[in-house]
């Protein structure tokens, strides 16, 4: 390790003119996260670990060195959510910097899209080219729509691997949610990074899209394939890499399409706390992130007048959620995320709702006052306008469902698809008045991170 990065992780935690003991400081990019940004923050303040929300533009201006505002980090995180948004927040400026982070001894950890941004791209623009392996394309969509736990097999022969407690047991129990893929290069390639981790099977809780595994009878796969010519048995995954690293000049990586910060997932989090303390340094003070309950959310903001739209924007959020589990549009899968049906914008109201819970129990310091007086106004025209319209839209996608065997083309698929698109935007680059109100909100969150 460099003297450059001993310095880096000899962080001052200074409040009311008294300095506490030094410790590392983990920064995690805001930018295109939503409920994956949420969960890898909570995550971390769960377990114990310093840690800083950080956008793009900081990391542009020298963050992660310290050369901006702040002491600089001993680790960057980077949540899961759209690789290539995430790269266009950081910019030309801020995609050399964490290059220039890495080359100079520090490390990487990326999630999911986290994993995503830091392979190597067709367009330089796209990613950070610091893992010479690519993201592979999926030619069955479907094979890109699973969740839940996988068993997987894990390198023992290295510095990065899990707990030996976890080895003895030979398998590791992994979240997957609607991970990427690595592109698996051959021969010499390979040596740029090592595989930690390869998929095994599926588990117990395992879904591809909207269909529990567990719950259809394996013969009835082979019947699928041979009728529809659709695989949905999860043998695709069988050998597949799932978590790899690497090293990039003085520093390193490990790229993760298993969401190692995943509420109440042991296995995942007790390996999550070594690659802290083997990556960063960081001790955390505990190996799990707890269970997260977004059902019963805990509310801090004052219930007053000038609090109403972001309150309101709540109650409205699990009244949406229940209104689509009610009609069998959405199911609740976890304390913490909602199922849907395929083709249902269920990410989108996850995300919001997630963002809403977190918002609200966050105690709002000055910054983050001065910003809600701003803009309440915006955020409750936006708020009615994409709560009414996302209320109607769920219940005419669940006329159409019910119309479909005797009335097919009595809802218009044309004008749902718009009304989809003006409300959520696209599927997995995000927009519509759901994003207008997320930004709102992720900015109130952003801004009450110091108040905690």
């Avoid at 048995?233 to 790899?244: E, H, W």
Wanted: hydrophobic letters at 45%; one cysteine or more.
């Amino acid at each position: 390790m460099s003297f450059s990065t001993h310095l880096r992780r000899l962080v001052f935690c200074v409040k009311d003119g008294h300095s506490s003991a030094m410790r590392p400081l983990l920064y995690i990019l805001w930018d295109a996260s939503h409920i994956w940004g949420l969960m890898a923050w909570r995550a971390m303040r769960s377990m114990g670990v310093a840690c800083r929300l950080v956008k793009g533009k900081e990391i542009a201006e020298g963050a992660l060195l310290g050369k901006s505002a702040g002491d600089g980090a001993s680790m960057l995180l980077v949540p899961g959510g759209n690789a290539r948004l995430k790269s266009l927040a950081l910019g030309a400026d801020g995609r050399k910097a964490v290059r220039d982070y890495l080359a100079s001894g520090g490390s990487y950890l990326g999630f999911c899209g986290g994993a995503g941004l830091a392979l190597s791209h067709a367009a330089e623009a796209d990613g950070l080219h610091i893992c010479p392996w690519r993201r592979a394309v999926y030619h069955e969509r479907l094979h890109h729509l699973i969740s839940g736990h996988v068993k997987a097999r894990v390198a023992a022969d290295c510095g990065l691997a899990p707990p030996s407690a976890l080895l003895r047991e030979g398998r590791l129990r992994l979240p997957v949610w609607w991970p990427g893929r690595f592109d698996l290069p051959p021969g010499a390639a390979r040596a740029g990074a090592r595989v930690l981790a390869a998929y095994s099977a599926p588990d117990k809780d395992f879904w591809i899209a909207d269909l529990p595994l567990a719950r259809i009878p394996s013969h009835v796969f082979d019947a699928w394939r041979d009728m529809y010519g659709v695989n949905l048995s999860a043998d695709f995954l069988a050998g597949q890499p799932l978590v790899v690293s690497g090293a990039y000049g003085m520093g390193r990586y490990v790229l993760s399409y298993s969401h190692l910060e995943t509420p109440h997932s042991p296995d995942a989090n007790r390996w999550l706390a070594r690659l802290l303390r083997v990556l960063g340094g960081i001790a955390p003070e505990r190996d799990h992130a707890g269970a997260w309950d977004l059902r019963q959310p805990l509310i801090v903001w004052p219930r007053d007048k000038a609090s109403a739209p972001l309150l309101g924007a709540l109650r409205k959020s699990r009244a949406l959620l229940r209104l689509a589990t009610e009609h069998h549009l959405f199911f609740e899968r976890v304390p913490w995320l909602w199922g849907w049906r395929a083709g249902l914008p269920g990410a989108a109201c996850n995300s919001l709702h997630a963002a809403l819970c977190t918002a609200a129990g966050l105690a709002p310091g000055p910054a983050a006052r001065d910003y809600w007086h701003a803009v309440r106004p915006q955020f409750a025209k936006l708020a009615y306008l994409f709560f009414a319209g996302a209320e109607g839209y769920l219940l005419a996608c669940r006329l159409a469902a019910t119309l479909f065997p005797s009335l097919p083309q009595a809802v218009d698929k044309q004008g749902l698809a718009a009304r989809c698109a003006a409300l959520f935007g696209h599927a997995m680059q995000g927009g519509g008045i759901v994003e207008e109100v997320l930004t709102i909100v992720e900015e109130l969150i952003y801004l009450s991170q110091d108040e905690q």
